[in-house]
């Protein structure tokens, strides 16, 4: 995986895309190595939070132009499908992901944090769907998240005008949680991941999947799903321990079982 570094800090898996010469862009070897890395650490039971980030000057600067631009549209569509299959998998993957956003994230790696669950950038970072301006449509899932995530007329008019925007209108559209100094963001980001690791897991992943599943329904059918994980939560020695700790006022020790 000599594209993406992983390294495991206590209870959170950081993922680096590695290919700064290239501003991290995606082909189909750097696709692969992300998505080895990320099931590698999905699969570590002692990982809780995975955090992706960019090496160099960008998170990632998009798909790789260079093997693009002779696809025909047959294999366009198989290298959209496969990227998909990659994001979709960290989207759906039960541990949170938060996007450490360092540099230019365009058109995929835009796609990329769309399809983390929190998104902490930097205040160099830039985030634009340039695609049409090559001739394209977004091709990992940006036309689907984007819409999902900052409303679907201001998705409308970053991806029909291909424009790039900075960290701080970014956040004020609600595309990333968190804008910080650039020196200080690795560090908020591990902030987000460990505060996520001091809660009972299994309640995590089941406010996860609650939250993704309802997006994608109506409401009376989200709050059902709700009350199956409420109720699976009763069945857990976290719950007891975390309300036996509550009302006798002494720090909880959560298992994760």
Do not use: H, W
Not at 51 to 59: D, L, R
Not at 125 to 132: M, N, R, S, T, Y
Not at 150 to 179: F, P, R, W, Y
């Amino acid at each position: 995986m000599s594209n993406v570094l992983s390294e495991v800090k206590g209870n959170v898996a950081v993922l680096t895309i590695n290919k700064p010469q290239a501003l991290n862009a995606l082909n189909d070897e750097v696709l692969s190595d992300l998505s080895q890395a990320f099931t590698e650490a999905e699969n570590n039971k002692d990982v809780y939070v995975i955090i992706i980030t960019g090496a160099g000057k960008a998170f990632v600067a998009g798909a790789d132009i260079s093997q693009m631009k002779d696809f025909g549209a047959v294999e366009g569509k198989a290298f959209g499908v496969y990227g998909n299959s990659v994001f979709m998998a960290i989207e759906n993957s039960p541990k949170p992901v938060i996007a450490a956003i360092n540099g230019f994230a365009l058109g995929g790696g835009n796609e990329l944090a769309l399809s983390c669950d929190m998104r902490i950038a930097s205040s160099k970072a830039k985030f634009g769907q340039p695609e049409v301006g090559l001739g394209i449509t977004p091709g990992f899932g940006g036309t689907q998240r984007l819409p999902r995530t900052v409303g679907k007329a201001k998705a409308m008019e970053l991806i029909l005008t291909g424009k790039t925007i900075k960290a701080d209108e970014a956040l004020s559209i609600g595309l990333v949680n968190k804008v910080v100094e650039p020196e200080a963001l690795m560090d908020e980001a591990m902030a987000l991941a460990e505060a996520i690791c001091a809660n009972a897991q299994i309640a995590v992943r089941q406010s996860k999947a609650c939250i993704n599943r309802g997006l994608q329904t109506d409401i009376a059918t989200g709050v059902s799903f709700e009350a199956e994980a409420f109720g699976l939560c009763f069945a857990t020695e976290d719950q007891k321990e975390g309300m036996t700790a509550f009302v006798e006022k002494r720090e909880k020790n959560f298992k994760n079982c």
